[in-house]
């Protein structure tokens, strides 16, 4: 396997298991293990790097700049050796100080989500940062009482509720007795069908003139009205929206 070819796997890999955040270090990392290209999971460590790893650490020995990100990514994403915040981060400031702009990006990321982190707790107004009216970006952290969900809350005419985040979900979805709390017209919406885990319920479908989340406002979000449960922030609000996840952090920002 020549390098070029390498490093687009591990560019894969980050991809796969650390998504876009340089996790906070921990007493599991930097166990200095090795990996197969097929353990996923790191579950079975090997007594010797892969030819492949060995190779490209000699590389960014030797100042060889793509190799010394692309090593710094394998330790952020664990790929072919044991995840390493510290050593992952000193490969990144080395291609950095050549002039790497990717490594120097990934860098500054980490900075934000580490910086987000050790913050405050995020509530109310205090979700987002940035421009004050509509260019903010939404913090939000994962609630450990309702099974690490993402939650934040939805504001329509000036009345809140909370709402969860779900990817899942076509649209910004709520019960009839939310939308009139919300002061939701549902006279002029159309009416359809949705299907859901308890089987297919009947629903009005609405274009809500601003919907605000945590501080991110977009216009015209379609919004589907019956049912049950709680407010779901779906697919019509968040493909408008651009989502960094970390560990137990969110950030969102609507696209420019």
Same mark, same amino acid.
């Given at each position: 396997?020549?390098?070029?070819?390498?490093? &687009?796997?591990? !560019?894969? *890999?980050?991809?796969?298991? @650390?998504? $876009? +955040?340089? /996790? %906070?270090?921990?007493?599991? =990392?930097?166990?200095?293990?090795?990996?197969?290209?097929?353990?996923?999971?790191?579950?079975?460590?090997?007594?010797?790097?892969?030819?492949?790893?060995?190779?490209?650490?000699?590389?960014?020995?030797?100042?060889?700049?793509?190799?010394?990100?692309?090593?710094?990514?394998?330790?952020?994403?664990?790929?072919?050796?044991?995840?390493?915040?510290?050593?992952?981060?000193?490969?990144?400031?080395?291609?950095?100080?050549?002039?790497?702009?990717?490594?120097?990006?990934?860098?500054?990321? &980490?900075?934000? !989500?580490? *910086?987000?982190?050790?913050? @405050?707790? $995020? +509530?109310? /107004? %205090?979700?987002?940062?940035? =421009?004050?009216?509509?260019?903010?970006?939404?913090?939000?952290?994962?609630?450990?009482?309702?099974?690490?969900?993402?939650?934040?809350?939805?504001?329509?005419?000036?009345?809140?509720?909370?709402?969860?985040?779900?990817?899942?979900?076509?649209?910004?979805?709520?019960?009839?007795?939310?939308?009139?709390?919300?002061?939701?017209?549902?006279?002029?919406?159309?009416?359809?069908?949705?299907?859901?885990?308890?089987?297919?319920?009947?629903?009005?479908?609405?274009?809500?003139?601003?919907?605000?989340?945590?501080?991110?406002?977009?216009?015209?979000?379609?919004?589907?009205?019956?049912?049950?449960?709680?407010?779901?922030?779906?697919?019509?609000?968040?493909?408008?929206?651009?989502?960094?996840?970390?560990?137990?952090?969110?950030?969102?920002?609507?696209?420019?």
């Amino acid at each position: 396997m020549n390098l070029s070819t390498f490093c &687009h796997r591990i !560019f894969v *890999a980050t991809t796969c298991f @650390a998504l $876009c +955040a340089i /996790n %906070s270090a921990s007493s599991a =990392d930097c166990a200095n293990n090795y990996f197969a290209p097929g353990d996923h999971f790191n579950e079975t460590p090997l007594s010797m790097p892969t030819k492949a790893f060995a190779s490209l650490l000699a590389a960014a020995k030797g100042g060889d700049v793509p190799a010394q990100r692309s090593l710094a990514v394998s330790y952020e994403a664990g790929y072919l050796v044991s995840a390493c915040s510290k050593k992952a981060l000193y490969w990144y400031g080395k291609a950095a100080a050549a002039g790497d702009e990717i490594a120097l990006n990934r860098i500054n990321r &980490h900075k934000k !989500f580490d *910086a987000m982190l050790s913050g @405050a707790e $995020c +509530a109310g /107004n %205090s979700c987002f940062d940035g =421009d004050p009216d509509e260019n903010r970006t939404a913090i939000l952290y994962a609630n450990a009482h309702k099974g690490e969900h993402y939650f934040a809350p939805l504001i329509i005419n000036g009345h809140t509720v909370e709402g969860l985040i779900d990817t899942g979900a076509s649209n910004v979805a709520m019960s009839f007795e939310t939308a009139r709390q919300l002061e939701i017209n549902v006279s002029d919406g159309s009416a359809g069908r949705s299907a859901t885990a308890a089987g297919t319920i009947s629903t009005v479908s609405v274009v809500v003139p601003m919907v605000e989340v945590a501080g991110v406002k977009l216009h015209n979000v379609r919004v589907t009205v019956g049912i049950t449960g709680e407010p779901l922030i779906g697919m019509s609000f968040l493909s408008r929206v651009n989502m960094t996840m970390g560990t137990g952090v969110l950030a969102m920002k609507k696209r420019q």
